[in-house]
């Protein structure tokens, strides 16, 4: 059983923040930050890799409209926009989901951290041409 699945159906409450017949936003019930929306596809993929391509982006459309209308109608200063795809990304629903995170300050419940590698770009290239 599908969560996401079973909140498109109505089977499950929800606070929807748009819907579509395509697409559902609702707000995320863990609230990392205030208004911590999620974007998702009522057609089940396990991850965003999985979609069609126009599909795909008519959600990042999507997001689009409601990441602009979140930030401006809560004040924020921006937002997040994260797709995790797969478990190792940390996807922890198999629905393809978009999160919008408003951000207020440097002092938010969110953090990301990126540590400096050093790879061979030109053989990085070659792999993602190949």
Known sequence: ???FCEIIKGNIP???VDEDE???A???ISQ??????LVMPK???DNYLEM???EAGRLMELVNVLANRIVKNLDAKGCNILINT??????SVLHTHVHIIPRYDENDTVSFSFRENKFDLEEVLKKIDS
Not at 32 to 37: K, L, V
Not at 86 to 91: D, I, L, R, S
């Open 1 to 3: 059983m599908c969560i």
């Open 14 to 16: 929800s606070a929807k």
């Open 22 to 24: 395509d697409f559902l």
């Open 26 to 28: 609702i707000l995320d």
């Open 32 to 37: 990392t930050t205030y208004g911590h929306t």
């Open 43 to 45: 057609k089940h993929y």
């Open 52 to 54: 069609p391509k126009e």
């Open 86 to 91: 797969g478990e190792v990304a940390g996807q």
